[in-house]
């Protein structure tokens, strides 16, 4: 099991991913670009390029018309074979149109894709970006275990991903290639609605098979 990690992103999601694998007993550094973010951060923190270095999984957790310079900070040496879950959603600098977001990609490419291409070495994995950051480590849904849709390129990654969603509390549903971020990807969208519009950020989503 890896047991460095390294958080590129100092927001409320970072914080929130970092702080859950803390809880779970791994080695963790958060990486940032405004120190002022991780004024009351306790644990290990440097920049990005460090954050990606110490890390033997990484965890991608910026804001999406950052996320090409984020990575580009990260250096392609740094995240080469490693797996990185991007948690990254393509939302545009554009307010909700009743409740729906804007994103700046369309149904043909994905954030995550785009990503990829720039380092094609690293092993990216679509994962915690359709739940809010309340639900992300151990949710409470009266006994029912949400489901996190991934999707990537490499099964290994994909594999050391969903033993920590196991260990988040979560089922997964693997989709497949990169590809399927365009579909993944939206479902943050759909997540939002009920946050817009009826002030509920505490849900998730649930595959049901027969």
């Known amino acids: 099991m890896a047991t460095k990690i390294g958080v590129i992103g100092s927001g409320v999601v970072g914080k929130t991913l970092a702080a859950g ?3 779970h007993g791994y080695d963790v550094m958060i990486g940032t670009r405004d120190d ?22 990484l965890v991608f957790a910026v804001k999406g018309t950052s996320a090409e310079s984020a990575l580009a900070m990260c250096g392609e040496k740094n995240v080469r ?9 393509p939302i ?8 729906v977001l804007k994103y700046f990609t369309t149904f043909d490419e994905s954030l995550m894709e785009r990503l990829q291409r720039i380092f094609p070495d690293a092993h990216f994995v679509k994962a915690f970006n359709s739940v809010g950051n309340a639900c992300m480590v151990n949710p409470d849904f009266n006994g029912e275990t949400p489901t996190m849709f991934i999707c990537g390129n490499d099964d290994g990654a994909k594999a050391q991903v969903r033993e920590i969603l196991s260990k988040f509390g979560w089922d997964t549903d693997d989709l497949g290639r990169a590809e399927a ?10 997540w939002c609605i009920s946050g817009f519009l009826k ?12």
């Open 36 to 57: 002022d973010k991780l004024a009351d951060w306790s644990g290990k923190k440097g920049s990005f390029g460090e954050t990606a270095a110490f890390g033997d999984v």
């Open 181 to 190: 971020a365009r579909a993944i990807e939206p479902l943050c969208m759909l």
């Open 81 to 89: 074979g490693k797996t990185i879950i991007d948690a990254t959603n």
């Open 21 to 23: 694998f803390m809880k």
């Open 92 to 99: 545009a600098d554009a307010p909700p149109q009743n409740g």
């Open 199 to 210: 002030n509920d950020r505490t849900h998730a989503f649930k595959m049901l098979k027969k």
